[in-house]
């Protein structure tokens, strides 16, 4: 899963500003390079981050998701917490909705389900303004799963298609180091879950904090976490280095024999 940010202050540096068609250009490369969908997200979720209002969330996604979805039909997700801007991104013919806040909102469990979409449950611990703020747990993975598991049952409750439901565990929302190294450690365990598991690594700020690389030197760590959380049960990586992450994963599995798709379509 390719990374397309329309934003002003998204902490990977990869922030568009409002470039609609050099947006368009990259996630159409994204494709050609090699990834499978494309995210597409104008409300940075960094921790600190104020919340966009809905207008301007809008106002940012919906033109790239129009013409990508266009090209790449069934290939385009949204990246909001929003059912508003979920709805628009929707009948503007994205067909997933990447929710970081973990359908914590039910209005956006019913547009997932009005519209037959596939979803990402992630989970985040509090919100971004203060999740940073000493996140705590009893046990990392199974109070994750736990949450997870509670808003797997609201969801097909309120229709969502059990299959097309996907879990992230949210790698740096509400987590410190230690929580995110044994979130990877132990990623096989989600799989209890019975849902296919997409993380999130890309230059998150945990790789910073093991190799002291600012975000846009990041992509050697940025590389390896992705490839352990592969062979750790990831069915999904998110990336914003989608054409290196092809290569790696291409590389890995020639040796694992996995069988993990990355082929050009
Ligand atoms: N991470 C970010 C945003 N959305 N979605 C899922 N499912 N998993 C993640 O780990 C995840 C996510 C943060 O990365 P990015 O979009 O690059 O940054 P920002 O929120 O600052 O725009």
């Known amino acids: 899963m390719g990374v397309i940010n329309n934003t002003p202050d998204s ?10 068609h050099e947006a368009v250009r990259r996630g ?84 997932v389900a009005e519209h037959e979409a596939a979803v990402v449950i992630m989970h985040m611990k509090g919100e971004p303004r203060t999740m940073q703020v000493r996140p705590r747990y009893r046990d990392v993975i199974r109070d994750i799963s736990e949450a997870l598991e509670d808003r797997i049952a609201a969801a097909e409750g309120l229709g969502v298609n059990p299959r097309k439901i996907l879990v992230d565990p949210g790698i740096g929302f ?52 992705a490839l352990v959380a592969m062979q750790h049960g990831a069915d999904i990586v998110r990336v914003h280095d ?4 092809v290569r790696a994963i291409r590389v890995a599995d020639a040796v694992l024999g996995k069988g993990w798709r990355t082929e050009r379509r």
């Not at 997700?77 to 973990?102: C, H, I, K, Q």
């Not at 989608?242 to 992450?245: A, K, L, M, N």
């Open 11 to 20: 902490f990977s540096g990869d922030g568009l500003r409002g470039d609609v």
């Open 28 to 111: 159409l490369q994204m494709f050609a390079d090699g990834a499978d969908i494309v995210d597409v997200g104008g409300e940075s979720t960094r921790p600190g981050a104020e919340p966009v209002p809905v207008e301007e969330e809008s106002r940012r996604v919906i033109p790239i998701i129009e013409e990508l979805s266009e090209a790449r039909p069934g290939r385009v997700s949204v990246d909001t917490r929003r059912p508003g801007v979920a709805e628009a991104a929707l009948f503007a013919g994205a067909s997933m909705v990447n929710d970081v806040s973990g359908l914590r909102d039910d209005r956006m469990i019913e547009v």
């Open 174 to 225: 509400g987590k410190t180091l230690e929580h995110n190294l044994e979130i990877l450690a132990r990623l096989r365990e989600f799989r209890a879950l019975g849902k296919p598991v997409v993380i999130g690594v890309s230059r998150k700020s945990f790789i910073g904090k093991l190799t002291g690389d600012p975000p846009e030197k990041r992509l050697g760590g940025s590389l390896a976490a």
């Open 242 to 245: 989608v054409p290196e992450t």
